[in-house]
C-alpha cells in the first residue's frame, strides 16, 4: 500500500527536519508493504517573497489529493504572521477541516523535566485542542482606528457542532486509555457567553461515556496544575486558544518546545490530515545543524499510527525513546553535543536494528 | 492619619484568611501615625442566600468613601459563578475602574519552587494585567440555542484607552525597577483583530520609554518560558485573559496559589483600590485552620504600599520572609505542620520584634 505524502518543508528549521522525517519514512518503506509516495511543494515565506502568496490558488487544491501532509515550519522575519499563517497553516487547518489538534506531551525516557523530582511517570498527557474555531475567528474589526477613541473588537465563535465534534474526539480518546480521565478547559467563570455553552455541551456529553471521569478546571488553575500537579492529567480537553496555550506549556515541562509533535486531524478519511512539529522557524538557529529533530521523528509517529501504519509508528517510536534512553546523542538544547544530522542517524541506526 | 478599610471576608477560607490580614494591620497600628478604621460587609454567597443578591443595590456605593477593600474570597457550592462573581467581584472591579490587576510572583526565601533547580533569585517578576475590558465583556449571546445549529458568540473588545492606561501603568513599573525589562503577552498570530490592535499600542508607546527593553511573546509561548526561563521576565503585561492565565501559572512556580497575592488598582485617589488573594474560598479546606495566611498578609502589604505605607509594608514583608525563610512554622500546603492561626501567630511574633 502506497501512501502519498505532500511535504512542505516550509521555512527555516522546517527544511533542515523534514527531511529526517522522510529518512524516517524511507528505513521503514524498505519493509515488504509499506510505501510512500512523496510529493514536496514549496510553499513557504520563500515562495511568499517570489511570488506575493504563500501558495498558488489552487494551493488547497493540490494538496487534496494526499494522504497525509507532512509540514516543517513555517515563518520567516519580516514576514508578518498574518501573511505567513493565515496564508498557509490556518487555511490548511480550515478547509480539510482538521477539527482536531492532537498534542501529546509526555517525558521520553532520559530527558529530564523543567519540574522538580517529575520523572516520565508523571507527565503523560494528551492535549486535544480544537483546531477550527473559537477564539481564532476572523471576525471583528476596528472602530475610530488613529483616534483617541480606537476600538478592536474580535469575535469567539463556538458553535454546537465544532464543540460535539471535537469533545466526543475527546471522550473517546479518554475511553480508549486505561486511566480514563478527561479533563476540560473553560473560563465560565469570567467568559459570560461562550464559555458556559462550552460547559453545557460537556455536560450533555458526559453521561454517554459512563466510564471516563471528567473534571472541568478554569484554564487559570489548569495551566497552574500542569505545574504542579501534572500527574493528575490523562486526556485534557480545550478549545483553540486554550488548547493553544497548554498545548505549549506541557511541552515546557518535558524536555522542551523541540521535541512536541503534533497532529491536525480531520478524522475522516476523505480529507487529509496534517502533521507539524509544534515548534516554529526558528530562524535564530536555521541552517546550522542545531535543530533538534525529535519533534519532527515524533510527528511522523503520529503520522504513522493515523494512517493505520501502527507497527511501524511503534517501531520509530521505540528507536527513538531508545536513542533519548540511552543518553549518549542529543542535541543541544537537551544538553548534548549531536547536531541535527548525527541524532538522526544514530536514531536511523537504532531503527535498522 | 486614618485610613479606611473596607473589610469583605466573604466566604470559605475568606472568613479565615481576612482576620489573619486585620490583626496584622491592628499590630502596625500601634505605631504612632499609623491607624485603621475597619468597616464590615457581609457581602458574599451566604448575604446572597438570604437576600437574594451578592450585595445590596447601593453597595458599590457603600463601599465608595474607603481609602481601600481588602477581599477575602468569594464562591460557595450551589452558587453559580456568574452570580458570585459578577454580583460581586467583577462590578467592584469595574465600578471602580481598578484596571490594574498586579500580581507580583517571588519565590520567598525558604520556599521551594515546583521548578528544577530555581531559586528565589530566579523567580521575581511582576505580571500587571488589564482588568476591566478585553476577554471578560458582556456583550455577545446565542442563536438556535438548544437546536443541532446552536452557537455561542462572545466579543472582546480592546479600547485604546484601556490599552494605553495600563500600558503606561506598565512601562512605568518596568521603568522603576532595576532591570527595566517589560515583556508583553500578545497572540497576534493567530486572533486577528485586537491581538495586532494592542501590539500597535505597545509599538506606539515603546519610543517614549526609552530605558524600558521590550520584548513581544505569543501566550503560548510566554506561558512555556514561565516555565522553563522565569529568569527572564521582570515586569510581564497582558490582556484580561492572558494576564489571569499567566498569573496563576507564575504563582504554580513560586510556592503555590496559597502565596499569591494580588492588588486590583485605580491609581486615581478618588477610588478605592482593592486587594485580594489570589487564591479562592476553597470550601474543600473551609473551617478547618489550615488556609494559608501568607497570599493574605502579601496582599496586606500591597495595601499597605497603595496607602502609601512603605515602612510598615516593609516591616510586615520583611517578618513574613523571615519566618519562611525559618522554615520551622509552615503550613500544610507548604509541608509544614502549622495551622492558619499558628503561622499568623508566628508572624505578628517576628512583627512586633
Ligand atoms: C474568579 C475569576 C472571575 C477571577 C478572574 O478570572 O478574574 C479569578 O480567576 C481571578 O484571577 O481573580
Ligand atoms: C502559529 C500559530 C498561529 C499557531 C497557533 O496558535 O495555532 C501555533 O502557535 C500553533 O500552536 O500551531
Redesign the interface.
Given at each position: 500500500m502506497t501512501h502519498r505524502i505532500a511535504l512542505i518543508p516550509g521555512d527555516g528549521i522546517g527544511l533542515e527536519v523534514t527531511p529526517v522525517g522522510v529518512r524516517c519514512l524511507e528505513a521503514l518503506a524498505r519493509r515488504p508493504g509499506l510505501d510512500f509516495a512523496f510529493t514536496e511543494f514549496p510553499y513557504s515565506c520563500e515562495y511568499y517573497a517570489e511570488h506575493g502568496a504563500m501558495m498558488p490558488e489552487d494551493g488547497i487544491e493540490q494538496l487534496r489529493p494526499h494522504d497525509a501532509i507532512l509540514l516543517g515550519a513555517v515563518g520567516y522575519p519580516g514576514v508578518p504572521?498574518?501573511v505567513s499563517?493565515?496564508g498557509l497553516l490556518?487555511p490548511i487547518r480550515r478547509e480539510f477541516q482538521q477539527y482536531v489538534n492532537l498534542r501529546p506531551v509526555r517525558l521520553l525516557r532520559g530527558l529530564?523535566?523543567?519540574?522538580?523530582?517529575r520523572g516520565p511517570e508523571d507527565i503523560n498527557y494528551l492535549v486535544v485542542r480544537e483546531n477550527n474555531e473559537g477564539?481564532?475567528?476572523?471576525i471583528?474589526?476596528?472602530l475610530?482606528d488613529g483616534?483617541?477613541?480606537?476600538?478592536?473588537?474580535?469575535?469567539?465563535?463556538?458553535?454546537?457542532?465544532g464543540s460535539e465534534r471535537i469533545l466526543d474526539y475527546a471522550f473517546r480518546l479518554a475511553q480508549s486509555r486505561s486511566r480514563k480521565r478527561l479533563a476540560y478547559a473553560t473560563?465560565?467563570?469570567?467568559?459570560?457567553?461562550?464559555?458556559?455553552?462550552?460547559d453545557e455541551q460537556v455536560a450533555a456529553m458526559a453521561p454517554n461515556w459512563p466510564d471516563v471521569q471528567v473534571d472541568g478546571y478554569h484554564?487559570?488553575?489548569l495551566?497552574?496544575?500542569f505545574?504542579?500537579h501534572p500527574d493528575w492529567f490523562d486526556v485534557v480537553v480545550g478549545t483553540?486558544?486554550f488548547g493553544?496555550?497548554l498545548?505549549?506549556?506541557g511541552?515546557?515541562?518535558a524536555g522542551?518546545?523541540g521535541v512536541a509533535p503534533s497532529a491536525n486531524i480531520n478524522p475522516s478519511p476523505d480529507m487529509p490530515s496534517m502533521f507539524e512539529p509544534v515548534h516554529g522557524s526558528a530562524p535564530d538557529i536555521a541552517g546550522q545543524d542545531l535543530a533538534n529533530p525529535i519533534a519532527m521523528i515524533w510527528t511522523v509517529v503520529m503520522m504513522l499510527e493515523d494512517l493505520g501504519e501502527q507497527e511501524a509508528a511503534d517501531d520509530l517510536m521505540g528507536a527513538l525513546e531508545t536513542v533519548t534512553a540511552e543518553g549518549r546523542v542529543l542535541t543541544r538544547d537537551l544538553g548534548g553535543q549531536a547536531g541535527t544530522r548525527e541524532f538522526a542517524d544514530r536514531v536511523l541506526a537504532e531503527l535498522k536494528g
Open positions: 504572521d498574518h499563517l493565515w490556518l529530564t523535566s523543567a519540574l522538580r523530582d477564539e481564532y475567528s476572523e471583528g474589526g476596528r475610530y483616534l483617541p477613541e480606537a476600538m478592536a473588537v474580535q469575535a469567539t465563535v463556538i458553535t454546537r457542532k473560563k465560565s467563570n469570567g467568559i459570560k457567553h461562550t464559555m458556559p455553552f462550552w484554564v487559570d488553575i495551566a497552574a496544575n505545574v504542579t483553540n486558544l493553544d496555550i498545548s505549549d506549556l511541552p515546557a515541562t522542551g518546545i
